[in-house]
């Protein structure tokens, strides 16, 4: 099966991720209307926000049928978790309507922990060793904690918990105690199961994979920057910049990454059935040149697809259409050798509290393009037709160059340009990569 030669198509999500794929998706000469469920200020450009939740299925529904939608590209992880491909294939109006991203049991490959690390086990995927702890069994847990794994100690709700449900803490009766209030609901329904695993030390690399559920291809890997002070240091956030590609993802390195766990993934997904046609971020670590992995989602990471997707070369919807029809094989995935690093702007106070409707100057009119560099809205809106903060996570700057220090820097004086009241960017991304 085919698209249409020109298509159009329904991108869900709001944020940082889905202007990238707006952008990237729109210079298709393939691309006849493109429409982003909410979008933000930035996405308007790309082409045309509609006020619409990616979770509310029924009117996404009539709205796919009122405006003729061939393609539906799911950003977020929560319509896959909630089952929004699974409501397209029970709807005989809709079926026939593709949906990127997979069905509800697959997307538990990011909505449960426990769920991700058995599917691990059982295809001989690497990863840390862990124990299932529930209000049933609490007490086994803390012996588990106590005698089974060395500190740090690392505890993740089971469910989702907007990237704040993993706890990494060196003292053991700290760990003991922490473990009690999740299963008590610190994260709600999120933590009411509570997965422990063993501390993997090393440096973290963001693998992307598209399928099409039979055959896969590896895209650019990533490294991205949690932490909100230089050096790593602080509280955790949802990401305060990213580079591709990674110096130490060595062809040798990958080979490894290639053989031991994307292979053994995508057969997994095969072998059981799985309905997956889509996107696998693999979140590994690399421990003394061996791949573990960490933890999988089920769409593309943020702010990783910022400097993905500007790597990739080749015709966005042409992947996309391999991936929905299963044609992927056939496709011809090219990449840049240029090195893309993406540096992200948060708003003053995050990740705690923090205000909104900050205007925002120096940004690029009616596009994206600011200088050498790329500007993607993640948290902004429109308010009185000017452009205003809407999120922590305020605009992500990428540029291209031939190195990580041109690169980065190049997106640094992209910075310089814009203002809002409280803008923060780390000013050492990619830094200890050299």
Same mark, same amino acid.
């Given at each position: 099966?085919?698209?249409?030669?020109?298509?159009?198509?329904?991108?869900?999500?709001?944020?940082?991720?889905?202007?990238?794929?707006?952008?990237?998706?729109?210079?298709?000469?393939?691309?006849?209307?493109?429409?982003?469920?909410?979008?933000?200020?930035?996405?308007?450009?790309?082409?045309?926000?509609?006020?619409?939740?990616?979770?509310?299925?029924?009117? /996404?529904?009539?709205? $796919?049928?009122?405006?003729?939608?061939?393609?539906?590209?799911?950003?977020?992880?929560?319509?896959?978790?909630?089952?929004?491909?699974?409501?397209?294939?029970?709807?005989?109006?809709?079926?026939?309507?593709? $949906?990127?991203?997979?069905?509800?049991?697959?997307?538990?490959?990011?909505?449960?922990?426990?769920?991700?690390?058995?599917?691990?086990? =059982?295809?001989?995927?690497?990863?840390?060793?862990?124990?299932?702890?529930?209000?049933?069994?609490?007490?086994?847990?803390?012996?588990?904690?106590?005698?089974?794994?060395?500190?740090?100690?690392?505890?993740?709700?089971?469910?989702?918990?907007?990237?704040?449900?993993?706890?990494?803490?060196?003292?053991?009766?700290?760990?003991?105690?922490?473990?009690?209030?999740?299963?008590?609901?610190?994260?709600?329904?999120?933590?009411? @199961?509570?997965?422990?695993?063993?501390?993997?030390?090393?440096?973290?690399?963001?693998?992307?994979?598209?399928?099409?559920?039979?055959?896969?291809?590896?895209?650019?890997?990533?490294?991205?920057?949690?932490?909100?002070?230089?050096?790593?240091?602080?509280?955790?956030?949802?990401?305060?910049?990213?580079?591709?590609?990674?110096?130490?993802?060595?062809?040798?390195?990958?080979?490894?990454?290639?053989?031991?766990?994307?292979?053994?993934?995508?057969?997994?997904? =095969?072998?059981?059935?799985?309905?997956?046609?889509?996107?696998?971020?693999?979140?590994?670590?690399?421990?003394?040149?061996?791949?573990?992995?960490?933890?999988?989602?089920?769409?593309?990471?943020?702010?990783?697809?910022?400097?993905?997707?500007?790597?990739?070369?080749?015709?966005?919807?042409?992947?996309?259409?391999? /991936?929905?029809?299963?044609?992927?094989?056939?496709?011809?995935?090219?990449?840049?050798?240029?090195?893309?690093?993406?540096?992200?702007?948060?708003?003053?106070?995050?990740?705690?509290?923090?205000?909104?409707?900050?205007?925002?100057?120096?940004?690029?009119?009616?596009?994206?393009?600011?200088?050498?560099?790329? $500007?993607?809205?993640?948290?902004?809106?429109? @308010?009185?037709?000017?452009?205003?903060?809407?999120?922590?996570?305020?605009?992500?700057?990428?540029?291209?160059?031939?190195?990580?220090?041109?690169?980065?820097? =190049?997106?640094?004086?992209?910075?310089?340009?814009?203002?809002?009241?409280?803008?923060?960017?780390?000013?050492?991304?990619?830094?200890?990569?050299?």
């Amino acid at each position: 099966m085919k698209l249409p030669q020109t298509v159009n198509i329904l991108l869900l999500g709001g944020g940082g991720r889905e202007h990238a794929f707006a952008w990237k998706i729109a210079q298709s000469p393939r691309l006849e209307k493109l429409f982003i469920a909410p979008g933000n200020a930035g996405t308007k450009a790309c082409g045309m926000n509609v006020d619409l939740d990616p979770s509310n299925f029924p009117a /996404i529904k009539q709205f $796919v049928l009122n405006n003729y939608i061939n393609l539906v590209v799911v950003g977020p992880e929560q319509p896959l978790v909630d089952g929004v491909k699974d409501y397209f294939l029970s709807d005989p109006e809709i079926r026939n309507i593709p $949906v990127v991203g997979p069905a509800q049991e697959a997307a538990r490959l990011e909505g449960s922990k426990e769920y991700a690390k058995a599917f691990m086990a =059982r295809h001989g995927v690497p990863t840390a060793a862990y124990f299932t702890v529930t209000a049933s069994n609490v007490e086994e847990g803390c012996e588990f904690l106590a005698s089974k794994v060395k500190a740090p100690y690392v505890l993740k709700a089971d469910g989702l918990a907007a990237g704040k449900g993993v706890l990494i803490i060196d003292d053991l009766a700290e760990a003991q105690n922490e473990l009690r209030e999740m299963l008590s609901g610190k994260f709600g329904a999120a933590s009411k @199961k509570v997965v422990i695993e063993e501390f993997l030390s090393g440096i973290e690399v963001s693998v992307f994979v598209a399928t099409d559920g039979k055959s896969y291809k590896i895209l650019p890997e990533a490294k991205d920057y949690k932490r909100i002070g230089e050096g790593d240091t602080g509280l955790n956030t949802g990401g305060m910049g990213a580079v591709s590609p990674v110096p130490f993802a060595t062809p040798e390195f990958m080979e490894k990454v290639r053989t031991r766990i994307v292979e053994p993934t995508v057969r997994g997904i =095969r072998q059981e059935g799985l309905d997956y046609t889509g996107f696998i971020f693999i979140g590994l670590m690399n421990c003394g040149g061996e791949p573990m992995v960490i933890e999988y989602n089920v769409r593309m990471g943020d702010p990783e697809t910022e400097v993905v997707l500007p790597r990739i070369t080749s015709d966005m919807i042409d992947l996309l259409e391999g /991936i929905a029809h299963g044609t992927l094989g056939e496709k011809t995935l090219e990449v840049t050798p240029q090195t893309a690093a993406t540096v992200v702007c948060v708003s003053g106070g995050y990740p705690g509290d923090y205000p909104k409707g900050k205007p925002i100057s120096g940004l690029p009119a009616g596009g994206s393009v600011l200088g050498n560099s790329i $500007v993607f809205h993640a948290g902004t809106a429109l @308010k009185e037709g000017r452009v205003v903060t809407s999120g922590g996570r305020v605009l992500a700057v990428t540029s291209l160059g031939s190195s990580i220090p041109a690169a980065t820097e =190049r997106s640094y004086d992209a910075i310089a340009k814009i203002d809002y009241e409280g803008l923060y960017c780390r000013r050492d991304i990619g830094r200890d990569l050299l």
